[in-house]
């Protein structure tokens, strides 16, 4: 897929959280994504437009605080009529060389054990199962934490 992938700048929150939930099949993602991303993240988040301009992915990220060689996944999305076409996969390779060239050799990331799509995806980006926590997010929300090591 012929994708511009750029930092997100602020202004692109608008257009990002308009589409989260239709991205998600009407799900209530938009709390999930707080516009604190796109003013202090914008180094480490990305969106991906079309060559109209269009969005058709973001991804956010950021760097550790605590741990000087990690940085972490929070929220990617690309639009459905896009999936398969490899812009996930670029948007998380775009991530990682950005946090690689600050320094950072780890990679951390959350998903749900019932989504075994993403399982899927992040194993096959090179990410490993560190552990599934029960609870994680609170009472009944357990996850699968993923781990990338960096080369």
């Known amino acids: 897929m012929s994708a511009t992938i750029r930092h997100a700048k602020p202004s692109d929150y608008g257009r990002v959280i308009g589409r989260v939930n239709v991205w998600w099949s009407g799900r209530d993602m938009a709390p999930v994504l707080p516009k604190l ?10 969106v991906a437009e ?22 972490y996944i929070h929220f990617v999305g690309v639009t459905p009529d896009k999936r398969g076409e490899g812009l996930g996969r670029t948007l998380y390779e775009r991530f ?8 950072r050799t780890v990679v951390r990331c959350v998903t749900s054990p019932v989504n075994q ?6 194993e096959a980006l090179g990410f490993e199962v560190d552990r599934v926590v029960e609870d994680y997010d609170g009472p009944g929300e357990d996850r699968v934490l993923l781990v990338k090591r960096l080369s």
């Not at 990682?96 to 320094?103: L, P, Y």
């Open 117 to 122: 799509g993403s399982v899927g995806f992040h």
């Open 37 to 46: 991303f796109f003013l202090h993240f914008e180094g480490t988040s990305f």
């Open 96 to 103: 990682f060389d950005e946090v690689r060239s600050k320094g």
């Open 50 to 71: 079309d060559g109209e301009g269009d969005l058709v992915g973001f991804l956010c990220g950021f760097l550790s605080q605590t741990n000087d060689n990690e940085a």
